[in-house]
């Protein structure tokens, strides 16, 4: 994948990065990547032979966008019953970094708070799994986090209203 300076890619730990610069790093000595994580202003670098295991991608396309609001609108995952293990499984999945899975366990959370209600730690993890979903939306389609946070909630609410009847 070929790269430029200020194109916004999407770090799967860090978020959405900007590519600030190419660079050599001065202690590996390898082709480096430097991205200026938008959130932190953290400068990350990434060895160019190391762009594909690390997980860089680019910001979604509509095909994505598609896909992910597809994810949110679909019926809930089958999920433990038990609390600590459905955290546990959820905060492995959050671990990826793959926006369908982020997008997955939001659904999964926001049908559970819905019809059993969360405890304080899956609502904290609502929030957590939520924000790199409101920012990939809004960078891919240059809204606000505030428009996107709109647009995934009223996906939520076309959801649940036909339980609500």
């Given amino acids: 994948m070929p790269f430029s300076k200020g194109q916004i890619l999407v770090h799967p730990h860090h978020g959405p990065a900007v590519v600030s610069s190419f660079q050599t790093h001065p202690r590996l000595h390898k082709d480096c990547i430097v991205l200026e994580v938008q959130s932190s202003h953290l400068l990350v670098w990434v060895p160019l032979d190391q ?11 509509q095909a994505g966008l598609d896909a992910l609001f597809a994810v949110l609108r ?14 546990k499984d959820n905060t492995e999945r ?22 059993h209600g969360l405890s304080q730690a899956e609502r904290e993890m609502l929030r957590h799994a939520r924000r ?14 505030l428009e996107a946070s709109g647009m ?12 609500a009847s």
């Fill in 152 to 163: 995934i909630d009223s996906v939520w609410n076309a959801v649940s209203e036909p339980e």
């Fill in 132 to 145: 790199p979903l409101l920012t990939e939306v809004s960078l891919a389609l240059g809204i606000s986090e």
């Fill in 74 to 87: 679909a019926p809930a995952d089958e999920e433990d019953a038990q609390w600590s293990r459905r955290f």
């Fill in 51 to 61: 762009v594909q295991h690390v997980g860089l991608r680019p910001v979604l396309d």
């Fill in 94 to 115: 959050l671990g990826t970094g793959d926006p369908m899975v982020l997008a997955a366990v939001v659904r999964n959370l926001m049908l559970r708070s819905n019809s």
